[in-house]
């Protein structure tokens, strides 16, 4: 059973960065496409970014050109560096995975999920 635990998230200003990450046990992550989404207060989980385990990644119009997904399979990690954070992105962050070579709608595997808050 793949598992995977997210970390990295926490406090930051507008304006800031943070960097998450998607850390994988029980199976090598390198033949798993790997998404984070985003749970805003209120709302809908949203798929925030994608990335293939060819590497190519994939963005939402909101974070596209601020988020940037990438991948270290030595250490069954993926990374989901968030810049100029606004108020908005505020939320819990779940990764999640799924054994396909492309960024799927719908994953088999999920974090728990980490709080990410952006306010002044």
């Known amino acids: 059973q793949l598992q995977l635990v997210e970390s990295g998230g926490g406090l930051v200003h507008p304006g800031g960065s943070l960097t998450l990450s998607c850390t994988a046990s029980?199976?090598?992550?390198?033949?798993?496409?790997i998404g984070w989404f985003h749970q805003a207060p209120g709302k809908e989980r949203e798929q925030v970014s994608c990335?293939?385990?060819?590497?190519?990644?994939t963005y939402g119009d909101s974070v596209r050109g601020r988020f940037n997904i990438s991948r270290d399979n030595a250490k069954n990690t993926v990374f989901l560096q968030m810049n100029s954070l606004k108020p908005e992105d505020t939320g819990i962050y779940y990764c999640?995975?799924?054994?396909?070579?492309?960024?799927?709608?719908?994953?088999?595997?999920w974090g728990q999920g980490i709080q990410v808050t952006v306010s002044s």
């Open positions: 999640a995975g799924r054994h396909i070579s492309y960024c799927p709608q719908d994953f088999d595997h």
């Open positions: 029980g199976y090598i992550l390198d033949r798993y496409a």
């Open positions: 990335i293939t385990f060819y590497g190519r990644p």
